[in-house]
């Protein structure tokens, strides 16, 4: 459990999570540590101890425990167990799981373990790769639940992360504030594989596998089914599922189980434009405008492009993922289908 997450709910949520469990028949290990590696390095060995691996690994807190956990898990037949207390929330609320109510996700936790393999939903989860991935919960690659942010996205979520006021998720709000003031876009070059959608490349429109609407972006074709796109944008972001902070419908036709990844690129918006995309992302209707794109794919390369160099460039955003900082650019996104399994009570 995260004990700071929710104002300090989720120290308490964990403590009555556990009694319920252990109530319903249970035996249950507080694998908690005094950080984050601590608590990583310890769920890691009870999920890879040989001989009787633990049932389930449940995480009380945000989204940022969630994507702890998944460091664990995924990849595995050891499902997650999610008890929602964060700030956040965001993975768990596309689950359709009780938020902010740690009794009523403590019993639907324990229907989901009573209903056996009924009670697991097995979801698709990112596995991103990079030279410049931060060290911190693990080494390695890094698994993703939600969404990868290499823009402005990724930019108000490290500037949310340093405020303390206020609390929840209006804080990513004055985040984005602060951020827009200083806004202009970045370069990039986003190199797609196993894109689906119908794309337009130079004059003429070409169609894949896919029989959607199309993105809008002019990709060029690349070797072995790739396709590349060099520009400025205001947001990047690689969405596993459809929303990030606390809400913000960034991908909001994304889905968790259709081994796709939804890469949202706002092209070169300028400062009011991006003001104005802002607050149509909470109901996903930023979708809909001229310079907002999505492509579908199984994976993206994010890469600083051709023009990030350039004295006087502001240095691209620090990637985020699932609230937390992952690192610098190039960043690879490879989405693995039904490669996390979770706890979810039978409708």
Request: proline residues 7%; charged residues 20%; contains cysteine.
């Amino acid at each position: 459990m995260n004990p700071t997450a929710g104002k300090g709910r989720a120290a308490y949520a964990g403590e009555g999570v556990l009694a319920g469990l252990r109530r319903a028949g249970h035996d249950v290990v507080d694998l908690s540590g005094r950080h984050a590696d601590a608590a990583l390095a310890r769920a890691r060995a009870a999920v890879d101890a040989p001989g009787r691996p633990v049932d389930a690994l449940v995480v009380v807190g945000g989204d940022g425990m969630v994507h702890l956990g998944a460091q664990a898990v995924a990849g595995t037949e050891v499902p997650l167990g999610i008890v929602p207390v964060g700030t956040g929330n965001d993975f768990a609320a596309t689950l359709g799981l009780p938020v902010r109510d740690p009794a009523a996700a403590g019993a639907a936790l324990c229907r989901a373990l009573d209903a056996g393999p009924a009670g697991r939903r097995p979801v698709d989860a990112a596995l991103v790769t990079g030279p410049g991935l931060a060290p911190g919960t693990g080494a390695g690659p890094r698994w993703v639940a939600g969404a990868v942010s290499a823009g402005l996205d990724a930019a108000v979520n490290a500037r949310a992360n340093l405020l303390r006021h206020p609390r929840g998720s209006a804080r990513y709000t004055v985040a984005a504030a602060l951020e827009l003031v200083r806004y202009r876009p970045w370069s990039y070059r986003l190199t797609f594989d196993g894109a689906v959608d119908r794309v337009t490349t130079g004059a003429a429109a070409t169609e894949s596998a896919a029989t959607d609407a199309g993105t809008g972006l002019r990709l060029r074709p690349g070797p072995a089914g790739t396709a590349t796109w060099t520009g400025r944008a205001a947001l990047v972001t690689a969405a596993n599922g459809p929303q990030i902070g606390g809400g913000i419908r960034v991908a909001p036709s994304a889905s968790l189980d259709d081994g796709l990844l939804d890469v949202l690129v706002a092209t070169d918006l300028s400062r009011a434009g991006a003001l104005a995309v802002f607050p149509s992302m909470f109901t996903g209707g930023h979708v809909r405008r001229r310079k907002v794109h999505v492509v579908r794919a199984r994976a993206v390369t994010i890469e600083p492009g051709p023009e990030a160099w350039v004295a006087g460039e502001r240095p691209l955003p620090v990637a985020h993922a699932d609230g937390e900082r992952l690192g610098a650019l190039p960043l690879r996104v490879e989405v693995r289908a039904r490669a996390l399994q979770v706890l979810v009570e039978p409708r």
